[in-house]
């Protein structure tokens, strides 16, 4: 008579054992800016800078409180042309604190934001009129809470654009994670992506669907920015960044993700409530309508979150081969963890023994975000996001 427990079991081992191969595969794809620094902190080769001019563009709306370090790298940048910053209607005194920070610079452009037009969502709007604000061949979009790592960075990541001759680079920065929740959430965005994105068949796929990209360091060459319809083609999208790489490959761009640890880090939420805020703002539209999120959610949860429980009902009924292959199926999945944190400069121990907890908290968290959207409560900086 078939056992279902052990049935279930080696599905389980199966299927998590095959998707920790894929970030494995996918780990030692990853391609890393020339700027990528050696041990002690020095380039790991010289980046000189580029021989046409780049420029940062910084989207602000209430960053006062951190905009600081931000600002302060990008002042220490060489190589680049010039920085615009657009203040997008903060009420916390961020303008003034770019003025206090930045001085007489004279690479720095302070830009004052208008409320965005019907149609809108506020980071495309604000996006788009700093793109509109230069006429750099490459542009760099950064937000406030990414901090980059040495002088070199930004020339690195312009280097790394060309050498990959793609319209469109995503250098994913190093997540820091402080508090218990962001420990357990953060380091799923690049997991995610490494256990489940095929890298080398999305940047050679001509298909809109299969991309892939993250806003808080962006690399465009502006020929392709432009022809794709830049943030004007995305300016309802909450995911703009994920939808300005599918916008640059239905007009024949090419994009790229990369390794930016060695570049830039990034804290992007502040403890639990931060987090679940920004989260809920955007998981909705992640992995798309609740008819399609459910059976996605209901399989990570199969793979990641079940196992272990699998195992100690296996441990109860004193059916070792089904406990065994279980506690496969968990550590497999700790392992992917494991590669992922190791190959994005993240955090692999302890945390990665708790990516069962992690997997369902990004599934309460999916769920939570439906809900608030179908109520109408989303909201981001003082404005509705939906």
């Known amino acids: 008579m078939p056992d279902p427990l052990l049935a279930l079991a080696a599905a389980q081992a199966v299927t998590a054992g095959a998707l920790t191969l894929h970030t494995l595969v996918n780990a030692r794809l990853l391609h890393r800016p020339s700027a990528a620094e050696a041990p002690g902190g020095a380039p790991a080769e010289p980046v000189r800078a580029p021989a046409e001019p ?3 563009l910084l989207p602000l709306r209430n960053e006062a409180d951190r905009v600081g370090p931000c600002l302060r790298a990008l002042l220490a940048q060489e190589g680049v042309a010039e920085i615009v910053i657009l203040d997008d209607g903060s009420t916390d005194g961020t303008a003034g604190v770019v003025r206090a920070i930045t001085g007489d610079d004279p690479r720095v452009r302070l830009l ?5 037009p019907p149609g809108w969502l506020g980071k495309p709007h604000a996006c788009h009129r700093l793109a509109a604000a230069t006429d750099a061949p490459i542009i760099v979009f950064i937000d406030a809470d990414v901090v980059l790592e040495h002088p070199h960075a930004i ?7 060309r050498r990959l001759g793609t319209g469109l680079l995503s ?18 965005l690049q997991w995610t992506w490494l256990t489940f994105l095929p890298l080398r068949a999305m940047e050679r796929s001509r298909r809109p669907s299969l991309a892939a990209a993250g806003g808080q360091l962006l690399v465009a060459d502006a020929e392709t920015y432009h022809r ?3 943030h004007a083609a995305v300016r309802a999208e909450i995911l703009e960044d994920i939808a300005l790489a599918r916008a640059v490959k239905r007009t024949g761009g090419r994009i790229a993700l990369a390794d930016g640890t060695p570049v830039a880090r990034c804290r992007m939420y ?6 679940a805020d920004g989260y809920g703002k955007s998981l909705w539209a992640s992995l798309g309508p609740l008819p399609t999120a459910v059976p996605v959610l209901l399989f990570l949860l199969f793979c990641y979150t079940l196992p272990p429980l699998t195992a100690l009902a296996a441990a109860l009924a004193g059916n070792a081969a089904a406990g065994g292959l279980a506690l496969v199926a968990t550590l497999a999945g700790v392992a992917g963890r494991i590669r992922s944190a190791v190959a994005t400069g993240g955090r692999a121990w302890p945390d990665a023994l708790a990516h069962p907890v992690s997997v369902a908290l990004l599934a309460w968290l999916t769920l939570r975000s439906h809900h608030l959207r179908r109520r109408g409560r989303l909201s981001w ?3 509705a996001v939906s």
């Open 381 to 383: 900086r003082g404005r």
């Open 54 to 56: 780049v420029a940062v």
């Open 270 to 275: 502040t403890g639990w409530g931060d987090l």
């Open 112 to 116: 004052t934001g208008t409320p965005p």
């Open 155 to 161: 020339t690195g990541v312009a280097a790394l654009l």
């Open 228 to 230: 794709a319809g830049g």
């Open 171 to 188: 250098p994913y920065p190093r997540l820091e994670a402080v508090s218990a929740g962001e420990r357990l959430v953060q380091p799923l």
